[in-house]
């Protein structure tokens, strides 16, 4: 989100003096002396320079410093408040909103798996693959993800920590090796917990990684094409935490894999809902975002269409499996759903993409566990 005054001029330049990338303001003329000549006639003006290592860099211009909020910072959405706190930035850079759907996720896993019971030693493995999926590999996620968009930070959002300069690149690519590390390692003690002869779990960590990464990074880097970017992400919150918690409490069938990977058509959806606020760099870099290959009035409807669609094709598929009831409980969530769309995304995608997603995203993470509850009827 870029803010703008009247008659400023903003120029980024990327400095790489310190290997990070760093927004700054053109430098500003401190005087302007105006002297006329009587002998020739003509206007001379002189400026003044300003030393660019003068020009303080941490906080960019465009930094909502003052009306940020510290509870936006910690969650890692816009409006946050700017930090110096480093355990704070650290966290903000996992982005803590992103992780509730992996941890729904799981419990969906465990519910279809049917092996799911209220006992301390259940509840404990679900817990470790909650962190492993939300904080570990979805926190890894989110810090890579905003280390490999640093230039369109610079331009969309040069007030984050990394363009910003709140945090070094040291830290960034630490931060990033220690989720990695943890969350695999989280993967192999479930696996173990849970008696697998083959580490089904520890296999699905480090394929849900390797996605996150040529998600982000060069050369592949999956988001500069918003189709299959937009579906590997939506796979990402929905397919793998799902089969991460069926695999842990029981075994992961093909019908399974298939049925959350037609759900991931969904996720693609609410990814492009996210794609709205950084139009402006994507376009600038070259990045075929769905909102810069269709144009955004297009594209609102691609998003609404590929949620609503899905689900109701979800909904016909229990219907078509004899479960009428969960079916008729799958097109109720979409009703309001389908409300909120219209109240919020559909009129303004970027001023109204946080109230949208708080209003609608409920009802679709409740329409997933009762897809889940459903499929553990049908398989006991």
């Not at 397919?239 to 695999?247: C, E, F, K, N």
């Not at 078509?320 to 969960?326: F, L, M, R």
Request: proline share 6%; charged share 15%.
């Amino acid at each position: 989100m870029a803010f703008t005054g009247l008659n400023t001029v903003y120029s980024v330049r990327l400095s790489y003096k310190t290997n990070i990338i760093n927004p700054l303001r053109t430098p500003q003329l401190a005087s302007l002396p105006i002297a006329l000549s009587s002998n020739r006639q003509r206007l001379i003006v002189r400026a003044t320079e300003t030393d660019t290592n003068e020009v303080k860099t941490n906080i960019p211009d465009k930094a909502p410093s003052g009306s940020g909020s510290s509870i936006n910072q910690i969650l890692g959405i816009k409006g946050a408040k700017q930090e110096t706190d480093k355990w704070k930035i650290r966290i903000q850079l996992t982005k803590p909103v992103t992780w509730p759907p992996l941890v729904w996720g799981v419990v969906c896993g465990a519910a279809a798996s049917g092996n799911f019971h209220w006992s301390s030693e259940d509840i404990a493995k679900s817990a470790v693959c909650m962190i492993m999926s939300g904080p570990c590999l979805t926190g890894y996620t989110q810090t890579l993800n905003d280390w490999y968009d640093r230039e369109i930070d610079a331009i969309n959002e040069p007030y984050r920590p990394i363009p910003s300069g709140a945090i070094s690149e040291n830290e960034v690519i630490t931060q990033i090796w220690v989720l990695l590390v943890t969350g695999l390692g989280l993967a192999g003690l479930l696996d173990v917990w849970a008696g697998h002869n083959f580490p089904v779990i520890l296999y699905l960590a480090i394929g849900g990684s390797l996605v996150s990464y040529i998600y982000s990074a060069p050369p592949l880097k999956l988001k500069q094409n918003g189709w299959i970017g937009n579906f590997a992400l939506g796979a990402s919150y929905i397919g793998l935490p799902w089969w991460a918690g069926q695999a842990l409490f029981g075994t992961l069938k093909p019908d399974i894999v298939v049925l959350t990977l037609l759900y991931s058509i969904a996720g693609l959806g609410i990814a492009i809902v996210n794609d709205f606020k950084s139009v402006e760099g994507d376009r600038k870099l070259g990045l075929q975002s769905i909102p810069v290959a269709f144009g955004s009035e297009t594209a609102k409807w691609i998003s609404v269409g590929t949620i609503d669609i899905t689900q109701i094709s979800v909904a016909g598929y229990l219907l078509g499996a004899g479960k009428p009831y969960h079916s008729l409980a799958l097109l109720g969530m979409i009703i309001p759903q389908v409300f909120f769309q219209f109240k919020y995304f559909l009129r303004d995608p970027v001023k109204y993409d946080v109230k949208y997603q708080a209003s609608a995203q409920p009802f679709l993470i409740i329409g997933l566990l009762v897809t889940a509850l459903a499929t553990s009827h049908s398989s006991s």
